[in-house]
Structures are given as C-alpha cells and as structure tokens.
C-alpha cells in the first residue's frame, strides 16, 4: 500500500467510527426521550 492510500483506510475508518458513535448517541437519546415521557423503559411491554 502506499501511504496515501493507507491515509484513505485511515480516514475511512475515522469516518465510520464517528458516525456510528453519533447514532449510538441518537439511539441514546431517543430512548431517554421515550423513558421521560412514557415511563417505560420498553414502551407496552413493561
């Protein structure tokens, strides 16, 4: 590999890595979201 192309891995994986970290977050969140307002953490199952 030459070294541009193993800065492209690099910074693909980068990108990869944060956009899986921000929907976790969403995720995260949305699940806050439904415990606040319903007070269930699985919402018509518990």
């Known amino acids: 590999m030459k070294n541009t192309e193993q800065f492209d ?6 990108l990869v890595e944060r956009l899986n970290s921000r929907a976790a977050m969403m995720g995260f969140l949305a699940l806050v979201g439904v415990y606040v307002s319903t007070g269930q953490i699985i919402p018509g199952i518990v």
Do not use: E, Q, S, T
């Not at 891995?9 to 980068?14: D, G, K, P, Q, S």
């Open 9 to 14: 891995v690099i910074a693909n994986l980068r």
